[in-house]
Structures are given as structure tokens and as C-alpha cells.
């Protein structure tokens, strides 16, 4: 049997199925375990955890299977005590969703960063 050497050691991409998904993170993760709430409604707040946080995302865990491409409101709170309440709100879509034992897991891109993430960023750290 012969082999055809020219594509012999040639990598190939990376695939998930048929679709060819690049690595869209651009920013590093931090790992937290934040109360945060999200509206895939105007003005239907849902509680979640943030599980991680970025300045372009985060990865919710929700009681729900967010649809993907759904565009989705998230209000992150962070206390410190004797400190007022750092709330910083944004606007992203839903990248994907998986179900992670009762619960589903949700990775959401933001829009654009939201202001003062950098900031709780610094201080969840």
C-alpha cells in the first residue's frame, strides 16, 4: 500500500464536528465563584454564578439551556465589607451552552468590555 507523502505530517485543524471553531479567547479567565444575575428578557433578572471572568466573558452556571447567538444581559455585584458594592453590568451573546449535571453551564462573549470590569477584575484577583 502506498502513501501519499505529501500529506504525510501535515497538521490538521482542529475541528469539533464539521465546523471548524478557532480559540476566540482573547483575554485571560479568571476563576471566581460570583453571585451575578442575567436577563435573556429585558428586564427578567435570573440568578447565576459566575464560575469565570474575563473582560470579553464569562462562563455562567444557570438553571437554564440559553439558546445560542441569544443576546443576554449580566449584572455582576461584588462586596467587600465595609466597602459600597461594585456593580458592573453588560451585553453579550451566548457562545455556548452545555448541561453540567442539574445545571447548565453558559459561555458568553461580551459585546464590548464593560465598564468597570477591569476594575473588579483587579480586585477579585
Known amino acids: 500500500?502506498?502513501?501519499n507523502r505529501a500529506t504525510q505530517?501535515?497538521?490538521r485543524p482542529t475541528t469539533t464536528g464539521s465546523v471548524k471553531r478557532p480559540n476566540r479567547r482573547i483575554t485571560a479567565r479568571i476563576a471566581c465563584r460570583l453571585s451575578v444575575s442575567y436577563a435573556a428578557?429585558?428586564?427578567?433578572?435570573?440568578?447565576?454564578?459566575a464560575m469565570d471572568l474575563?473582560?470579553?466573558g464569562c462562563r455562567l452556571r444557570t438553571g437554564e439551556d440559553l439558546?445560542?447567538?441569544?443576546?443576554?444581559?449580566v449584572?455582576?455585584?461584588?462586596?467587600?465589607?465595609?466597602?459600597p458594592v461594585l456593580t458592573v453590568d453588560g451585553?453579550?451573546?451566548?457562545?455556548?451552552?452545555?448541561?453540567?449535571?442539574?445545571?447548565?453551564?453558559?459561555?458568553?462573549?461580551?459585546?464590548?468590555?464593560?465598564?468597570?470590569?477591569s476594575d473588579l477584575l483587579g480586585i477579585a484577583r
Open 1 to 3: 500500500m502506498a502513501l
Open 9 to 11: 505530517g501535515t497538521p
Open 41 to 49: 428578557v429585558p428586564g427578567e433578572w435570573r440568578p447565576a454564578t
Open 54 to 56: 474575563s473582560r470579553l
Open 67 to 73: 439558546p445560542r447567538e441569544r443576546k443576554v444581559s
Open 75 to 83: 449584572r455582576v455585584e461584588f462586596r467587600m465589607a465595609d466597602e
Open 91 to 117: 451585553v453579550g451573546t451566548v457562545m455556548w451552552t452545555r448541561l453540567e449535571g442539574l445545571s447548565f453551564q453558559t459561555g458568553i462573549q461580551f459585546d464590548s468590555e464593560p465598564e468597570g470590569l
